[in-house]
């Protein structure tokens, strides 16, 4: 399944802390191939999914965070005036203090780090 591609307001709507799972989902579908989507919040394809129907199932207490603070991160990232692209290239690359490890496993293991790193290159960018 490819990236969604969508217009940069559109895909900042979708991102807003306001948006509900579908549309979160969509939005930061737009950035990340799935693949790496269930990387990251640690899902399966078919929770994936079913977080894309119009009426699925609330995620967990702990996923629904990890979904909140994946879609905060890629929003800093646009906001900031990245473009989808750029976003991914963020995401996925190495980060400077962790050579080994892409900042999608970064996330995993230590989102506030990442949220911190997104936050001051937003900031860099503007």
Sequence with gaps: ?????IEHSELKELLD???TTPERV???LAI???SELITALEVSPSTLRSWRADNPADPRPDTWRTLDDLRTVASLLLEGG?????ARGWLVGRG???FDENR???FRSNPEAVLRSARAVALELV
Excluded: V
């Design 96 to 98: 400077l203090a962790t």
């Design 32 to 34: 990340l191939h799935p």
């Design 26 to 28: 969509r939005g930061l």
């Design 104 to 106: 999608i496993d970064e």
């Design 82 to 86: 990245m473009s989808a692209d750029g």
């Design 1 to 5: 399944m490819p990236r969604t591609e």
């Design 17 to 19: 802390q306001t948006s």
